[in-house]
């Protein structure tokens, strides 16, 4: 069974940068999706970015301009880079990788990043 495994959290003053990283453990075929969700306590899990097969980016509206997402399907590898953080970006992160072969879609276990001085 693949596993995700994230890094890259931590405590943040605001304004700081932090960049995750997620890496599966094996293989990954037919990649269409790879992105980065958040969930603060007491809220749903929401996406925060995401990159597709072919490349295009999307992002939430609350974090454009700030963190960027990339990753390499071949490698089975995501990243984000977050910068100028804020204290509302605090919550649990999770990596989550998509793929067509045979509906697939794992998570990671999660990665706290706080942000506050």
């Known amino acids: 069974q693949v596993q995700l495994v994230e890094s890259g959290g931590g405590l943040v003053q605001p304004g700081g940068s932090l960049r995750l990283s997620c890496a599966a453990s094996?293989?990954?075929?037919?990649?269409?999706?790879m992105g980065w969700y958040r969930q603060a306590p007491g809220n749903q899990r929401e996406l925060v970015a995401s990159?597709?097969?072919?490349?295009?980016?999307n992002y939430a509206d609350s974090v454009l301009g700030r963190f960027t997402i990339s990753g390499d399907a071949a490698k089975y590898t995501v990243y984000l880079q977050m910068n100028n953080l804020k204290p509302e970006d605090t919550a649990v992160y999770f990596c989550?990788?998509?793929?067509?072969?045979?509906?697939?879609?794992?998570w990671g276990q999660g990665t706290q990043v706080t942000v506050g001085s």
């Open positions: 094996g293989s990954i075929f037919s990649i269409y999706h």
């Open positions: 990159i597709s097969g072919d490349g295009r980016a």
């Open positions: 989550n990788i998509r793929s067509s072969y045979r509906g697939e879609n794992y």
